[in-house]
C-alpha cells in the first residue's frame, strides 16, 4: 500500500521537521500539536526551512508552496483518524507516548501504520497500548530533520511484514536512506551515541577538559560535523536526559547509562538547550553566540 496521507502528532524540534519531508515526499499531512503556541512556532520553522531551501536553489518557489499547502496543522487528535500512516513525535515520556497510542489505536482506521520517533523507549510497548501490535513500527528520524539524510525503521517481533515493508518505502519518499533495526535500546545510533554523548559530561564533570576543548578535539580529531556538547545543546539537554533517565529504570546495572549529575543540574536550571537559548553554550537563535 503506498502511503498517501500522514498524521504528525507533535510539532516540537522533530515533528515540524517530519511534517515537512513528508510534505516534501508529496504526502498529505495533517500536524496536531497539544500546544497552539507550539504549533505556531513549528508552522513558521516548517516555512523557514522551505524558504531557506528556496533561496539556495534547492527548491523552486512554486514546489515550497505546494509542499506547505500539503501541510494541515490542527490541535484536534480526531483529525488524523482517516490517516494511512501516524508518526508520532511528542516528549520522550513513555506513559505520555502509551495513553496517545491508546487513543490512536481507538480512533485511527484499522489499516493505519502506527509509529513512533522514540530515541529510547521500546516501540512494543507502545504498540501493545495501541491494541494493534502489529501494526506498530519505529521511524527514527535525526535532527534537523531536513538535513539529516537517515531513518532508522524499527520493527518488533509482532511487526507484519506489510507495515515494515510501507514504512520503510516511506522512509525513502522522505528523501532519506531507511535502514533496518531492532527494538533494542537505542535502535543502531542511539545505542553508540547516547553513551558518547554521557561519557562527554562526565568528563568535564572530572576537570578532564572544557566542553570548547571536547568539542574542537572530537570534530578535529574524528572530523564529526559536531563536538558532543554542542551536539547536546542541538539535542536538547531535557531530551537527553529523558532518554537516559528511562534507560537507568531499566537497566539500573549499567554504568554506561547512569545519569551524570551535571545533566540533572543544567535541566533543572532551564539550561536546556539550543531551545533554551543556553545549555553548554549561548545560542542566538539557530547559532552558538559570537560563531
Ligand atoms: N532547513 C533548511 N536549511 C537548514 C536547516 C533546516 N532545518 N537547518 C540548517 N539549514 C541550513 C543552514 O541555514 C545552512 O545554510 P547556509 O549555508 O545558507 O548558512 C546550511 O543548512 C548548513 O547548516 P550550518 O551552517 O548550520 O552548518 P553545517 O554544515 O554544520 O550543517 C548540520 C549542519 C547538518 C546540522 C551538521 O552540523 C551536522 O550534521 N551535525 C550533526 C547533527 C547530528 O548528529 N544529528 C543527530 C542528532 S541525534 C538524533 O537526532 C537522534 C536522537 O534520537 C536524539
Ligand atoms: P520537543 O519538546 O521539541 O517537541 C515535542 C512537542 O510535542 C511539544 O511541542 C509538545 O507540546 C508536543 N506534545 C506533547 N504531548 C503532546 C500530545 N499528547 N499531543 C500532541 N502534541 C504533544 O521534542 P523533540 O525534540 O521534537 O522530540 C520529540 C520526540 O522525538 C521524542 O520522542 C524524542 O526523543 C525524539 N527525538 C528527538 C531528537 C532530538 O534531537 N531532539 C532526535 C530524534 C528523535
Known sequence: MAIQSVGVIGCGLMGHGIAQVAATGGCEVTVVEADPTALDKGVKRIEGSLMKLVEKGKLQATEATAIRNRIHPSTKLSDVAQCDLVVEAIVENLDAKKSLFAELGRITKPSCILASNTSSFP??????????????????????????????????????????????????????????????????VNRLLVPYLLEAIRMIERGD???????????????????????LDYVGLD???????????????????????????????????RKSGRGYYEWEGDKIKGK
Open 123 to 188: 516501540i512494543g510497548e507502545m504498540g501493545d497500548a495501541s491494541g494493534r501490535p502489529q501494526r506498530m513500527v519505529g521511524l527514527h528520524f535525526f535532527n534537523p530533520v531536513q538535513l539529516m539524510a537517515l531513518v532508522e525503521v524499527v520493527r518488533t517481533t509482532k511487526t507484519e511484514e506489510s507495515a515494515f515493508k510501507d514504512a520503510f518505502e516511506f522512509g525513502k519518499r522522505c528523501g532519506k536512506t531507511p535502514v533496518a533495526a531492532k527494538d533494542t535500546p537505542g535502535f543502531i
Open 209 to 231: 577538559a572544557t566542553p570548547e576543548d571536547i568539542d574542537t578535539a572530537m570534530r578535529l580529531g574524528c572530523g564529526y560535523p559536531m563536538g558532543p556538547l554542542h551536539l
Open 239 to 273: 531530551t537527553t536526559q529523558f532518554i537516559a533517565d528511562g534507560w537507568e529504570r531499566r537497566f539500573p546495572s549499567e554504568p554506561l547509562f547512569k545519569v551524570p549529575g551535571e545533566l540533572k543540574d543544567l535541566v533543572k536550571q532551564g539550561r536546556l538547550g
